[in-house]
């Protein structure tokens, strides 16, 4: 599932190697950043900050209803919480058009993809925006990088980027200096989930039609991904004890990885963002 990123790669002119750049310091971060205002809403807490350092003051609820957050089905038969699961929280266009809705059309955001491989050197590319005032939310795989010994997470993230310094990225939500080595690799990322096994068994009821897992979705990818026959090879480890037990399912994932970068539309650098190419493949 692991998917590496290049980092040799610049996508910067030679010579012109950008330093830190900051849009908040750590005490202004500790002191104006919003913590997680609900269940899934990690897309629409960045939109909030967002918004807030382009100085549009924002109700955290009427940014929630803007991003239009959804939630895990828990109570679900299993087919339909898989489904919940693949798509709850927000993609970056829900960012996007939350932020646009919110601020009443005063602020536009331009999506970046990092995956496939992208020839960029992330911290240098974040410090030229930085430095011109636009504001970076990272949509994150945060199944990838996972420190040694640490639980597997059951979710992607959204995180507002406040700044960056050599090899480090500082985001918010929660607070948090992290390597652009680990930054970079979980930004660049299939769009897919891991299922946990518990999370899995424990809505297998009688009854329960697996054959919607293939045939019932209008996204191929979870024919594909063989949804379906990896929920049936783990009712199977269940009934033998000589089979190695899988951790967890892949299922498609609504989110890409990458970096959304905002800023107010009326000003030079949003009609720059509109007007940037995508980055370059490797």
Not at 105 to 128: D, I
Not at 191 to 206: F, G
Not at 225 to 240: F, K, N, P, W, Y
Request: glycine residues 8%; negative net charge.
């Amino acid at each position: 599932m692991e998917v590496a990123c290049d980092h040799g790669g610049d996508h910067e002119e030679p010579g012109q190697e950008e330093p830190g750049a900051m849009l908040w310091s750590i005490q202004e971060a500790l002191e104006r950043q919003t913590v997680q205002i609900g269940v899934s809403a990690c897309g629409a807490t960045a939109v909030v900050d967002v918004l807030q350092v382009l100085g549009v003051e924002v109700a955290p609820e009427e940014a929630d209803h803007c991003v239009h957050t959804r939630l895990r089905r828990n109570e679900s038969p299993l087919p339909d919480y898989l489904l919940s699961r693949s798509e709850a929280g927000a993609t970056h266009t829900q960012l996007i058009t939350g932020a646009e809705q919110a601020s009443q059309g005063k602020v536009m955001g331009r999506f970046f993809h990092f995956h496939p491989h992208r020839r960029l050197r992330l911290v240098p590319w974040l410090a030229r925006w930085i430095r011109r005032g636009a504001v970076p939310v990272a949509t994150m795989n945060m199944q990838l990088a996972v420190p040694e010994g640490e639980e597997v997470p059951d979710a992607w993230h959204h995180q507002l980027i406040f700044g960056v310094a050599p090899d480090v990225v500082f985001m918010t939500n929660p607070l948090d200096v992290v390597s652009e080595g680990e930054v970079h690799q979980r930004l660049c990322s299939e769009s897919v989930l891991l299922i946990r096994r518990e999370d899995v068994l424990q809505r297998l009821t009688p009854g329960c039609s697996l054959s919607s897992l293939s045939e019932g979705q209008s996204d191929p990818r979870w024919k594909s991904l063989d949804v379906e026959g990896q929920v049936r090879q783990m009712v199977l480890q269940e009934e033998r004890d000589d089979q190695p037990r899988l951790a967890h399912i892949v299922i498609p994932a609504a989110y890409s990885s990458g970096v959304t970068l905002f800023a107010l539309r009326d000003s030079a650098l949003g009609q720059e963002l509109l007007n940037t190419p995508d980055l370059p493949l490797l």
